[in-house]
């Protein structure tokens, strides 16, 4: 049950009510005020000041202050009149059904100022939508304005180059003409004669070409091979070799159906879905070996070097993959 506080003070002119409410130590900002036309409340625990006004006032234009020590209500009068007193003459059950009425018209106040919050936003979001289609329809004009542009610059280096073109071959071709005129005024002249040079050597005819084979040492890796490497890469060849030779994908050790590439194919998947990624890429490769062409060993052996961070292998089988698919 809260404490009703009874020491406060006010004042009045024609216009203007000033409350003044004590906070017996309190907190200002554990208070929790409200307030209507005709009532106010202020709850600071266990405390409870609350009037029930002698006559309306303007809530809009009232204002409440809060300080280190008290509260300060000044409430701007509806009516420009002295009032006899602050509160008004209400029994308890008055006040209660009044209280019920504020309550009432605070929670229908609060519900339409939430409807119009939310229309505001709607229309604040269609406004941002409208903007920023407007936005983009501007960017993608200035985007069709630099294209066409640069389409016409294009097209006039273009028309440009061949006017230059074009009179550049018109004058090799007078230069043509004019040459055998030159040549028919000088006919009269007499040729002058080389005599042989005997010490020129003649020049040997060009050799035969031919074909040099060159055979490239067999590497699993796609990178060249370098020395600081050549363990890891040895330790990786060895756990893909027992990795074969644990999930039985030695050739000396299968059987002929085992043989079936799509019967490896299956087996891989198997390994790929519980996590055995060395078994899925052993198995894949092996019918990769036996000659299937088939793209999905090679998909699906990428998807296994995927997981076990082999990215270049996965990128090279990707690539075989996509050559493979017919269409593409």
Known sequence: MPLL????SWRQTENVVVIRVPLKGV????????TSDNYIKAYFHP?????????SVKEP???????DDEIVFELQKVEHASWDDLEANLSKVEQQEMR???LERAQEKAKAEQERKRVKKAELDRLAVRQQISIDTHHRQLIEEIKENVKKTAIKEIEEWKVSNQREENKD?????????????????????????ENVKPIPFPRNFGIVKVH????????????????????WLKKQAEARRRVGFMTEDLSPEELDPVWLKDKGDNFFKVGNYLGAVSAYSHAISIGSKMPALYSNRAAAHMALGNLHKTVED????????PGI
């Open 5 to 8: 506080v009874k020491e406060y």
């Open 100 to 102: 019920k009425k504020i």
């Open 27 to 34: 907190h200002y900002r554990k208070v929790d005020i409200f």
């Open 216 to 235: 490239f040492t067999a590497r699993d890796f796609p990178t060249p091979k370098r020395e600081s490497q050549a363990q890891e890469e040895e330790e």
């Open 61 to 67: 234009q009232s204002k409440c202050t809060l300080v």
């Open 47 to 55: 405390f409870l000041f609350e009037v029930f006004l002698f006559s």
């Open 173 to 197: 071709h007078v230069d043509q003409e004019v040459v055998p005129f030159q040549k028919t005024a000088s006919v009269n002249k007499p040729t002058p004669t080389v005599e042989p040079d």
């Open 318 to 325: 990707c690539s075989t993959a996509s050559q493979k698919v």
